[in-house]
């Protein structure tokens, strides 16, 4: 077992009617709020209003900026980062997914900073303070919510990237099941997809870390066991609430922090960014379909790791009953398992490639070669 740090500041509020603290919380750090949310679907579930009524209650003066996309871009983050400088915010909150408060995130280091907040990406910018961030989170998937992690595309460079900084845990986090509730079934299937890659990343690190895969098997196990009943009935706030927690807990380093030698290997989620990318595919959906096709290069490697997680996961034997196992799981919630599902056909194998050249795709401990990045990509096809 490797020595270990282990600190995550982020104060978790989960559970029914919890954004009735919101208005407390965003008064522990002054009146000036930016409120940052994405395209509109908190408009149409009522949540907006519920942030509204906390934040006038208070007595804040709210800037809004709206309109962040999934796959969220940095111009909007630079454009957000200008408003708020302009009022000089005290705090954001960020009301959404992975998107809007990744967004946010990049937001808050970039308002006291007089460039672009790309520069934190390309390690120009090394921040050393950061607008307080609060985030009310409306799908579950990432774990953003009560992680230093956020990633945003540069288009201009052909690059989605994640970057971590402490000053990025948001200080609250408020997790309503209820919330959830209007995700639909495609976005629902995606984060779970989501949640089960975070723990594969840190299952397929290095190091001899049996507690941390204790925690990946059951956390994979929540997932296999009430995804599905989830998406046969989505206003199940049981259901919801078991899927959030598990998508908090697959990300926020509990399996990570403890004794692996990296934090994560990460490999697939560089695969699935150039996807992302290249296509516009929800985040998910491009992990459904790339984890199967790096385990079948891993699995010449490391079979004997791939075999104990089908064991203890499954309940096969053989490294190939494991990625089947995993393949069928995600088909049955509906997420795509091969390119040609999404519509991406043969003919842009050499564009993947490319990009992912570019990028430098590979894993913290299993690194990549060209030619696995062919292999893998076949595979996806
Ligand atoms: O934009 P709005 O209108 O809000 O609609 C969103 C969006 O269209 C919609 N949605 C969100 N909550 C909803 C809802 N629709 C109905 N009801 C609700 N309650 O869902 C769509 C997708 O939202 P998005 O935020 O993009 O999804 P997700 O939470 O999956 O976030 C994906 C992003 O997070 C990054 C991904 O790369 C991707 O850019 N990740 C962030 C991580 C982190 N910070 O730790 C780790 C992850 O591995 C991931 O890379
Ligand atoms: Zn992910």
Redo the contacts with the bound molecule.
């Keep these: 077992m490797e020595n270990f740090v282990m600190y995550n500041p982020t104060r978790l509020h989960f559970g029914k009617d919890v954004i009735k603290g919101l208005g407390k919380a965003v008064s522990e750090f002054g009146n000036n709020v930016l409120f940052v949310?994405?395209?509109?679907?908190?408009m149409?579930?009522g949540?907006y209003d519920q942030v509204m009524d906390q934040l006038n209650a208070a007595g804040m003066t709210v800037w809004k900026y709206g309109g962040?996309?999934?796959?969220?871009v940095i111009e909007d983050v630079d454009e957000a980062a200008a408003l708020g400088r302009k009022h000089s915010m005290d705090v954001i909150v960020a009301v959404?997914?992975?998107?809007?408060?990744?967004s946010a995130?990049v937001i808050s280091l970039t308002i006291p900073y007089h460039g672009t907040g790309w520069d934190f990406y390309s390690g120009r910018y090394k921040p050393a303070t950061a607008v307080p961030l609060i985030a009310v989170l409306?799908?579950a998937?990432?774990?953003?919510e009560m992680?230093p992690?956020?990633?945003?595309?540069n288009r201009a460079t052909m690059e989605?990237l994640?970057g971590r900084n402490d000053l990025m845990y948001p200080r609250h986090s408020f997790l309503d099941p209820s919330?959830?509730?209007?995700?639909?079934g495609d976005?629902t299937a995606?984060?779970i997809a989501?949640l089960m890659?975070?723990c594969l990343e840190a299952y397929f690190d290095d190091g001899d870390a049996t507690l941390s895969d204790r925690f990946v098997f059951s956390i994979l196990q929540e997932a296999i066991e009430y995804g599905p009943p989830l998406l046969d009935h989505p206003d199940d706030y049981d259901l919801r609430a078991r899927i959030m927690y598990a998508a908090t807990a697959a990300?926020n380093r509990i399996m990570t922090m403890n004794g692996r030698k990296n934090a994560g290997d990460w490999g697939v989620?560089a695969i699935?960014?150039v996807l992302?990318l290249l296509y516009d595919l929800?985040?998910?959906a491009t992990l459904s379909i790339a984890f199967p096709a790096w385990m079948k290069v891993q699995a010449e490697r490391i079979p004997d790791r791939i075999a104990f997680l089908g064991k203890h996961v499954f309940g096969v034997t053989t490294p190939d009953e494991t990625i089947g196992a995993l393949e069928s799981f995600f088909s049955s919630i509906g997420c795509p398992v091969r390119l040609s599902q999404a519509g991406i056909g043969e003919d842009k194998k050499e564009e993947i490639l490319q990009v992912m050249i570019l990028n430098k795709v590979g894993g913290n401990y299993h690194k990549l070669s060209v030619e696995d990045y062919s292999r893998i990509i076949a595979l996806c096809m």
């Design positions: 949310y994405g395209g509109g679907s908190i149409r579930n949540i962040i996309r999934p796959n969220p959404g997914g992975g998107s809007v408060i990744d995130k409306t799908l998937a990432t774990g953003t992680n992690f956020a990633v945003v595309q989605k994640g919330y959830t509730f209007s995700v639909p976005y995606y984060g989501d890659a975070h990300l989620h699935s960014h992302s929800p985040h998910g």
